[in-house]
Nanobody, 126 residues
Framework: QVQLEESGGGLVQTGGSLRLSCVAS????????MGWFRQAPGKEREFVAA????????YYADSVKGRFTISRGNAENTIILQLNSLKPEDTAVYYC???????????????????WGQGTQVTVSS
């Protein structure tokens, strides 16, 4: 079994920054893509960012492009999401996900991801 654990959420003011981390543990995944999604109350889960196994390919939702950065962490099976210039509309639970069927690229489609974390709350006050 694979477990994903997110950390780094919190409450910030508009314009502030947060750094989210996600660590995969348990059964060895092998090369895999990873992504971040978010879900606000009353809304569907939406794609935020994704990264290929080597980190050479990254993908972003238009709404976060230029403000958020996804990267592979120094530790194996770790990804980071740096959130800058946060807006109230960024408020949501942020989920980390792993796609064991893809590694050279990454997808924006939630159903393609095999494993999910429990989520971490990000709240941006106006």
């Amino acid at each position: 079994q694979v477990q994903l654990e997110e950390s780094g959420g919190g409450l910030v003011q508009t314009g502030g920054s947060l750094r989210l981390s996600c660590v995969a543990s348990g059964r060895t995944l092998g090369p895999h893509a990873m992504g971040w999604f978010r879900q606000a109350p009353g809304k569907e889960r939406e794609f935020v960012a994704a990264i290929s196994w080597t980190g050479g390919n990254t993908y972003y939702a238009d709404s976060v492009k230029g403000r958020f950065t996804i990267s592979r962490g120094n530790a194996e099976n770790t990804i980071i999401l740096q959130l800058n210039s946060l807006k109230p509309e960024d408020t949501a639970v942020y989920y980390c996900a792993a796609d064991s069927g893809r590694f050279q690229t990454a997808t924006m489609t939630p159903s393609e991801y095999d494993y999910w974390g429990q989520g971490t709350q990000v709240t941006v006050s106006s």
